[in-house]
């Protein structure tokens, strides 16, 4: 019977042995998907949850420290990467901003040149120009107007006065040519007194 005690006490260690060897494999297992794939939070809380405090002293693994302080050193590396790589990009973009507001300013003024024309060394707008333009050309067409009917009232005039002047040089030459006529007969008359008082 103590035979039979001693190797049932021996199964019975084997098997917790067994159980005991399966139980700490699967909780390597867990340490390293915990620690290899988890984040800094939950590797953080296993090893606070999975050591083993006395007093004031806490017990625990250094393999599960040196994972756990390689891969804070990785994440701020990789943050440090990140915060470079953001700093060059927004390098990059505040100076694509300044050479867009560059050229901005470049275009504006160039369609600032474009949208004004210098008239008597003054800038002013096209809009102005044309204006201007515009109505110059409508007080020339308007004092053309006026001279062309002042020519023409003028011409009108003018050609009622040759009428006129002819009228009365055709009224002068008839009336000279009379007064030719009486003065022929007067002196014809007086030449005949003048020879019948002689006689």
């Known amino acids: 019977m103590k035979h039979l005690l001693i190797k049932s006490l021996i199964l ?16 390597k297992n867990i340490d390293s998907q915990v620690l290899e794939k988890g ?5 953080k809380q296993f090893i606070t949850e999975n050591s083993f405090v006395k007093g004031s002293y806490i017990s625990t693994k250094t393999e599960w420290l040196n994972k756990f302080h390689t891969h804070i050193l990785d994440s701020i590396n990789r943050l440090k990467t990140e915060l470079t790589v953001s700093k060059q990009q927004a390098t990059t973009v505040l100076n694509e901003n300044n050479a867009l507001k560059s050229e901005v300013s470049q275009n504006e ?19 102005a120009y044309k204006s201007i333009m515009w109505i110059l050309v409508i007080l020339l067409a308007a004092g053309f107007g006026y001279y062309v009917y002042k020519f023409k009232n003028s011409h009108v005039l003018t050609k009622a006065a040759i009428q006129r002047y002819e009228e009365l040089e055709e009224e002068f ?12 007969l007067l002196n014809r008359k007086l030449f ?7 006689k």
Request: glycine share 2%; proline share 2%; aromatic share 6%.
């Open 12 to 27: 019975f260690f084997l098997s917790l042995n067994l159980i005991a060897q399966d139980t700490i494999q699967k909780f």
């Open 39 to 43: 984040n800094l939070m939950e590797q």
């Open 109 to 127: 003024e160039m369609l600032l040149k474009k949208d004004t024309i210098s008239f008597l060394g003054i800038p002013m707008s096209k809009i």
């Open 173 to 184: 030459k008839e009336s000279r040519s009379r007064s030719l006529e009486r003065e022929q």
């Open 192 to 198: 005949d007194e003048q020879k019948k008082n002689s």
